[in-house]
């Protein structure tokens, strides 16, 4: 078993798949041109993106492809929907509703704007990580401009009612964005059925290439600039298109979608082979996230009396990747605000970790991921200084 890898931290990036990268390949040497430049070359690099940014609209059920809008990534894409919304929209008012578990693309950009004197309501969640219904109807103000609630949180998976919200939202006249990336390829995107004005994609979640993604942004819509410098993206967004990874996220999105089903399904059954596998052997346990409104690829959970990150550690030693709450916050021992939120106590909001499964995981990852997390939870809890009475 020496030296065997078993990736299972797809939530926090995916490999790149062999149909991506194929698309990508010839647009790094061959199909080389800056799709600004009005020459063959140009023209050439500039088709490979309307290709992409038709894939992308047609995969969201967009009415148009010049909703979508290519950016670094997923958070570029929400700092630019939070505070370009903000700040395009300030005239009609300064207050802004948003949920407790957001990622920090979010959050932070939100706080940002709380320091320019913007006015944030960051709503409560269940126990499952729900956002409750009352409660934003509760948290609608007259001067309230923009709802901005994450489609499916990355720590515990939770699926959020996203249609129900972007109504609620139409009904106030108010703008709805979400954060769809790990919605993308795991539930089914619809913008103009969700009614929503503004969404964020990330190509590295879905088998694309790493910063690359889009801001989804509904035609008559205002948004303020967060790059100056050109005339790219309709005068939107400047910088030279990363025409290679674009072109390799239109590809990524045509498959996540494509395949959504089938892999939901695969996945559901590595996960639950998984879960049954880790509950016969494994005491002491509990599961976090919505037991049904999910999705199938993340995997939440907290081990008593262990900390998180000394079981992270020791799976590493043995091949086995996972992620402590989320990746950008792995190198803080704060409890994961996501967990906090949910009313999970610190000790053990500590000790969990998240499994996220990828369309490549085998029940043999599966079978030597347990048997590695077995031998590493009965070591740690055999040196555990926070034992409780009777648990040992
Ligand atoms: C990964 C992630 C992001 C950030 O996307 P990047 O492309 O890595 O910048 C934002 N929101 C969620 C929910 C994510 O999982």
């Known amino acids: 078993m020496a030296g065997r890898k078993v990736y299972l931290d797809n939530a926090a990036t995916t490999y790149v798949s062999s149909e991506v990268l194929n698309e990508m390949l010839p647009c790094f040497n061959v199909l080389f041109g800056n799709p600004n430049s009005i020459h063959s070359f140009g023209r050439e690099a500039s088709s490979i993106v309307d290709r992409a940014r038709d894939r992308i609209a047609t995969a969201i059920n967009a009415k148009d492809s010049n909703e979508i809008y290519f950016t670094s990534g997923g958070s570029e894409a929400d700092n630019w929907a939070v505070k370009g919304l903000a700040h395009a929209y300030s005239f009609k008012g300064k207050h802004i509703i948003t949920s407790s578990i957001e990622h920090h693309a979010v959050l932070d950009a939100c706080s940002v704007l709380e320091k320019e004197g913007f006015d944030i309501t960051y709503l409560p969640v269940d126990k499952y990580g729900l956002v409750n219904i009352a409660e934003l109807l509760h948290a609608i103000r007259k001067d309230t ?27 106030n006249n108010i703008l709805f964005h979400t954060d769809a990336v790990q919605a993308l390829g795991a539930v089914k995107i619809d913008v103009q059925d969700m009614e929503i004005d503004a969404l964020s994609i990330s190509a590295h979640k879905i088998y694309g290439p790493k910063g690359c993604g889009a801001l989804y942004l509904k035609n008559g819509l205002k948004i303020d600039n967060l790059i100056d410098g050109g005339s790219q993206e309709r005068g939107k967004r400047g910088g030279t298109l990363n025409v290679p990874a674009i072109a390799g996220f239109g590809k990524a999105v045509e498959i996540a979608v494509r395949d959504l089903s089938v892999n939901q399904q695969k996945l559901k059954i590595i996960r639950e082979y998984f879960l049954s596998k880790v509950r016969d052997n494994i005491d002491y346990i509990h ?24 079981l992270l550690m020791l799976l590493d030693l043995d091949g086995v990747a996972v ?24 000790e053990i909001a500590q000790g969990t970790v998240r499994f996220s499964f990828g369309k490549n995981t085998s029940k043999a990852d599966v079978d030597y991921a347990v048997e590695v997390l077995i031998n590493s939870v009965k070591k740690l809890r055999a040196i555990s200084p926070i034992t409780k009475a009777g648990r040992r």
């Open 145 to 171: 401009i923009l709802i901005s609630i994450m489609s499916v949180n990355n720590e515990v998976g939770t699926i959020q009612n996203v249609k129900t919200i972007a109504k609620i939202a139409h009904e």
């Open 323 to 346: 992620s402590t709450s989320s990746a950008c916050t792995s190198n803080s021992l704060q409890p994961s605000h996501v967990l906090k939120a949910m009313g999970i106590e610190d």
């Open 287 to 310: 599961i976090n996230g919505h037991p049904q409104q999910k999705v199938q690829g993340t995997l939440s959970i907290s081990f008593e009396m262990i900390e998180g990150e000394s």
